[in-house]
């Protein structure tokens, strides 16, 4: 089935993502709960409230609400007020939740399989493709936090966020963040 108009493009990429929400139902979540966990797994300290999952999934805060209240319920997740505002929320994978994400999957395995040239020519055109619908849709581009406008390097690998006014640890430069811009060269 391979080619490169879009309905081919557009079948293959629907064929993959319902081949990894059944493979997702097998393993005791649905698609939506995976994704959050996924999600929250990559997102660093500011970027981890129900809104920010919300605006990550394209989903509404009342479904992703749910969703967390979930994972909650399944020891995968743990809730604490945040440090900067009380009446929020933020979230953080419990040991059981981490070792949920390192679960590997058959999916994974696949992508394990592809030859390196071929992973790298997928992963370029399959980030090309995200920028391209965010950037029509006006969505976030959630990247990590060191490729990211207001970001600035320093020593040792941590770095300065200019627009928190707040350092960042090399971890925090890893992860995903909320705020995220891409610099200028970059189009999202």
Known sequence: MAGSDPTTLRALIDRLA????AEDWDRDLNPAQMTALSY??????????PAHVADY????RGTVSQT??????????????????????TYRLTPLGQARIQDRSAFDAALDALPAGEAA?????????LKELLLQRGGRSFG???????HTARAEGAGWCNLLHLPLSMQD????????????????
Do not use: I, W, Y
């Open 144 to 150: 990590a936090c060191r490729t990211c406008r207001h």
């Open 40 to 49: 929250l797994s990559r997102a660093n300290r500011f970027s981890r409230a």
């Open 173 to 188: 430069g890893a992860e995903l963040c909320h705020e995220h811009t891409p610099r200028p060269m970059e189009r999202t």
């Open 57 to 60: 999934m394209g989903a509404t």
């Open 68 to 89: 967390l209240l979930a994972l909650e319920r399944k020891g995968l997740l743990e809730s604490q007020a945040s440090a900067t505002d009380r009446r929020s929320l």
């Open 18 to 21: 319902r081949l990894v929400q």
């Open 121 to 129: 020519a997928l992963g370029g055109a399959l980030d090309l493709l």
